[in-house]
């Protein structure tokens, strides 16, 4: 066989026109069907968690303190109860709650591990409301930032992880700057100290018990899934408490005074931070969260001050300070910190290159920002009071 005809024998030669017998390389339909990339940018997401977490704070905050209705523990029963009726509904008519579905819960189980961290739950909701009657949000949020410490005591104290001193000794830098800050707090109320470490502590035995509980598989269940499981038992043992402790004292003019279309969006406010979460881990991750916390503390207590004209001493931005660089240096180490920084830096640079003006702006933002904290710490006698302002607002839009 000669040349030629080799090269027209060869799989080179050219196919004979589409007959229906030869199947396309790429489906049409397939290609059209594939769903584009999430539009939405995860600063969306983090964004919204900050809001929602924050409003639904300075909203219970407004509630119980500013309109006067000194009734915590009904307050965390609505939203309870509120919870409860909404995962029920979501349930039977969505399928944002078929986790469940992947959850091996029996009634022995609910007995013994649900029951019990609702127990804790109940306790440390009662206590951090409660909280809100004696102590400024700022205060309470840099009480807060013990948390981490507590967290690691108590799953040393139930067996979940190895005691270890050089984790100790990080943590205990918080400690020390939480220390530092509540010398420097003006309203020192021991009262509403004392209730806020009780929800703290309640609290991180409610996390160890629930990092136990999902070690393992069958048990694992997201935010909202772990709010249809929990919100039951904890309406339930909040209600007795309630019905003891404050149901002889509340009157309906004091519930009028509030308003039930404000319970309502209370309500509908604390529901929607558990949905957020999702949300947030889902588009991001739980680091993420933990990073967003420790921006939306400092946000809250620049909204204390703001709102409600709290003073922040020098000394207790020094404390806080530290206890946020302690909280961070905790949840994500030295090599991670010093990437993030390094990162950081790289897209602060890029920004500058992109946005000069912007950047410049930013800048004077917060040096303006930081001098009006340290300020209002340094001067609280200077009779300027952020609550004139927020007044002299509301009078020229017209609102009471």
């Not at 050219?14 to 290609?31: H, K, M, Q, W, Y």
């Not at 969260?289 to 921006?295: H, I, K, R």
């Not at 609280?380 to 927020?390: C, E, R, T, V």
Request: proline residues 4%; contains cysteine.
């Amino acid at each position: 066989m000669g040349i030629d005809e080799k090269s027209r024998a060869s799989g080179e030669s050219p196919r004979e026109a589409n007959n229906g017998s030869i199947l396309p390389t790429v489906n049409p339909d397939a290609e059209k069907s594939q769903p584009s990339g999430s539009s939405i940018h995860p600063a969306f997401y983090v964004v919204g968690w900050i809001s929602i977490s924050s409003s639904v704070i300075l909203f219970n905050k407004w509630i119980l303190s500013t309109l006067d209705f000194s009734y915590p523990v009904i307050l965390t029963t609505y939203h309870l109860t509120f919870a409860t009726i909404m995962t029920q509904i979501m349930a039977r008519y969505t399928t944002l709650l078929d986790g469940r579905k992947s959850v091996k819960m029996t009634g022995r189980v609910y007995l013994r591990a649900i029951v019990p961290i609702g127990f804790f739950f109940s306790l440390s909701l009662i206590c951090g409301n409660l909280t809100y009657l004696y102590l400024s949000v700022a205060f309470i949020q840099m009480l807060k930032a013990t948390m981490p410490v507590a967290v690691l005591l108590s799953s040393w104290a139930l067996g979940v992880s190895t005691p270890n001193i050089k984790v100790f000794a990080n943590v205990s830098i918080i400690v020390l700057g939480v220390i530092i800050a509540s010398i420097g707090e003006i309203k020192f109320v021991w009262i509403g100290v004392i209730y806020q470490i009780g929800g703290v502590i309640f609290e991180a035995l409610r996390l160890t018990m629930v990092q136990r509980l999902l070690s393992s598989a069958e048990f694992k269940m997201d935010p909202l899934v772990s709010v249809y499981y929990f919100a039951p038992v904890c309406a339930i043992i909040n209600f007795v408490v309630a019905l003891v402790w404050e149901v002889p004292r509340v009157t309906m003019a004091e519930v009028y005074n509030v308003g039930l279309f404000t319970f309502f969006l209370n309500g509908l406010c604390a529901f929607m931070l558990n949905f957020s979460v999702v949300l947030l881990i889902g588009k991001t991750s739980s680091l993420v969260l933990t990073l967003c916390g420790v921006l939306k503390d400092i946000l809250l207590v620049c909204a204390s001050i703001l709102i409600w004209g709290t003073q922040v001493t020098a000394l207790q931005f020094f404390g806080y300070s530290i206890a946020l660089g302690g909280m961070v240096y905790y949840k994500l180490g030295y090599e991670a910190i010093k990437g993030y920084a390094g990162e950081a830096n790289r897209q602060w640079a890029d920004f500058g290159n992109r946005q000069p003006v912007l950047r410049r702006i930013s800048v004077i933002a917060l040096v303006l920002l930081t001098m009006f904290v340290l300020l209002g710490g340094l001067a609280p006698a200077s009779g300027i009071d952020p609550k004139d302002y927020i007044h002299g607002a509301k009078s020229k839009m017209g609102m009471s």
